[in-house]
């Protein structure tokens, strides 16, 4: 698998989670340390938040499966915390936007600016990684098998 094949799987499992009924019921495996619980409390402090309208969508039972692989991806390989954070203020980032690349200004903002400790760049350092992190494992196990 391409970086651009993995991330694209990401951003379809983000797009499951951020559009489900009811995001905790939504959660789709991986226990307790999920990539929504880590960013829904950034989400749900926009000023903006509440003006948007709630968006519900029903998904196949084929993309709820593949949201679920995308996210056990995440826990199987890419190390909690700051990282983990990253990636998922990113792939959300790619939802609420244009399809795009991520918004790494809006996201150094999430992760506290200049207070945090971060550079945008070493965000995005930081997500980049992770999104190898899963292809170089994912592309081993396929080899492997």
Request: charged residues 25%; positive net charge.
């Amino acid at each position: 698998m391409r970086f651009a094949d993995v991330e694209a799987r990401l951003v379809e499992g983000m797009t499951v989670l951020m559009r489900s009924p009811d995001r905790e019921r939504g959660w789709i495996g991986g226990g307790g340390s999920s990539i929504w619980r880590m960013v829904q409390d950034d989400m749900s402090n926009d000023p903006e938040a509440d003006d948007r309208p709630i968006i519900t969508r029903a998904f196949t039972r084929q993309q709820q499966d593949r949201a679920a692989e995308a996210m056990e991806w995440v826990v199987a390989w890419v190390p909690s915390g700051t990282t983990r954070r990253a990636l998922g203020l990113a792939l959300v980032s790619q939802v609420l936007g244009d399809g795009g690349r991520p918004d790494w200004p809006w996201i150094w903002q999430r992760m506290g600016g200049k207070a945090g400790g971060w550079t945008a760049e070493a965000l995005r350092k930081r997500y980049s990684r992770a999104v190898m992190m899963i292809c170089t494992s994912k592309n081993a196990r396929l080899s492997a098998e």
